[in-house]
Nanobody
Framework: QARLVASGGGLVQFGGSLRISCAGS????????LTWDRQAPGNQREFVAH???????NYTDPVKDRFTISRDNTENTVYLQMDNLRPEDTGVYYC?????????WGQGIQVTVSS
């Protein structure tokens, strides 16, 4: 059974760093493009970062130069390194994997940035 399990969320101070992870199992992880989205309280879910199966990345403008998405296909894991965190980065972060018509989502994890 395919699944994605996210980990690494928590509370961090303004300007701090945090790395969140999402481990996949039950599917051929290396074939899939991977995405991180987030949802702040009272807001809609929004795109944060994406990495293709070939390693090409893109980011939403507010996180460019602060966040880095990467993947380790030997560990079936996607990472989101978040630096210089701001209170507006607070939210529930979701990972997802996509390949053609196949898509899987992990459970959300809370990231809270205190001012």
């Amino acid at each position: 059974q395919a699944r994605l399990v996210a980990s690494g969320g928590g509370l961090v101070q303004f300007g701090g760093s945090l790395r969140i992870s999402c481990a996949g199992s039950g599917f051929t992880f290396s074939n899939y493009a991977l995405t991180w989205d987030r949802q702040a309280p009272g807001n809609q879910r929004e795109f944060v970062a994406h990495i293709t199966s070939g390693g090409v990345t893109n980011y939403t403008d507010p996180v460019k130069d602060r966040f880095t998405i990467s993947r380790d296909n030997t560990e079936n894991t996607v990472y989101l390194q978040m630096d210089n965190l701001r209170p507006e980065d607070t939210g529930v972060y979701y990972c997802s994997a996509h390949w053609g018509t196949f898509a899987y989502w992990g459970q959300g994890i809370q990231v809270t940035v205190s001012s």
